[in-house]
């Protein structure tokens, strides 16, 4: 019997799950396996790549907790969560970007104008603006679920330091659908480095820092929702952001507060969003 080619082998395997019955995830076996077997060929890999590969997804794995999140991490610093982003963005809608590892469901539903975080956390800012559909119509009803860190660049599940839900809050629109909130001044930060992420990217000679920014989930019922950023136009990392998370699009000014503006805020930054109407689902 003459030795199998690698050709012949990957075949065999595609064939293996070509009976999976469910459709989807039939061609995304496939499509994954055939990539898988095409970066192997391509790189020549030898057996000790294959085992230092496995002991890193292994540590990558044993990393993540119900706090940390090594696993998104990883996907975000290759730019892979940003790439998936790219491909799922709704036409006319606000663009969308990294969820990132620090996301946390829950948070507290807060009065329109409420700060989510406490006095001493950074400088107090202003974010508000409108959430419309592509038409320009307001949106009744939309919802901003919206998260950053504190001005040590920690989220509060990684500051001891600071209650739940700090510097979290969801804020529902009313017919005109504006919306305004209290947060701080975004600080940049920098991801978690003591893992295995942390090790990937000093291998490659890569900082680790994110361009300062403010999270937002934005919702409406109708409407697909997008997961996005608010972005300091005046901040260093916004060419080179760790995670690959930052457009153009999403990048304002946080202009210093003026005659006009509340008196207990140093900054305001405007920003509307744009919700795409759902698909059809039937
Ligand atoms: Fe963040």
Redesign the pocket.
């Known amino acids: 019997m003459s030795a199998m080619t690698p050709d012949q082998l990957t075949e065999q395997v595609l064939t293996a799950y070509a009976g999976t019955p469910d459709p989807r995830l039939r061609q995304l076996l496939t499509s994954l396996i055939r990539h898988l077997h095409a970066f192997a060929v391509e790189t020549r890999l030898t057996r000790e790549e294959w085992l230092a590969g496995v002991e890193f997804l292994t540590a990558t794995g044993q990393r993540c907790d119900s706090e940390r999140q090594e696993f998104i991490l990883l996907s975000d610093v290759l730019g892979f969560s940003s790439l998936v982003e790219e491909i799922n963005a709704a036409q006319g809608a606000t663009e969308s970007t990294?969820l990132?590892p620090?996301y946390v469901p829950g948070a507290p539903v807060r009065a329109m104008g409420d700060r989510i975080g406490r006095p001493d956390d950074g400088s107090p800012t202003l974010v508000r603006g409108q959430v419309t559909n592509p038409a320009g119509e307001p949106l009744d009803g939309a919802t901003l679920d919206v998260?950053?860190?504190s001005g040590n660049g920690l989220?509060d599940i990684q500051d001891p330091q600071q209650p739940p839900f700090n510097l979290r809050g969801v804020f529902v629109t009313g017919p005109d659908g504006a919306y305004e909130f209290r947060a701080i001044r975004?600080v940049s930060?920098p991801i978690p480095a003591d893992g295995p992420v942390g090790g990937l990217l000093r291998s490659a000679g890569r900082h680790n820092w994110?361009a300062a920014?403010?999270?937002a989930i934005v919702s409406a019922p109708g409407h697909r929702p997008v997961t996005t950023?608010i972005f300091d136009a005046e901040n260093t990392y916004l060419d080179s952001d760790t995670v690959f998370g930052v457009k153009d699009s999403l990048i304002r000014p946080f202009r210093p507060s003026g005659p006009g503006d509340p008196p207990d805020v140093s900054y305001v930054a405007e920003m509307d969003f744009v919700l795409a109407p759902a698909p059809e689902t039937g």
Request: hydrophobic share 30%; glycine share 8%.
């Open positions: 990294v990132g620090f998260w950053q860190s989220y975004p930060y994110r920014h403010i999270h950023h």
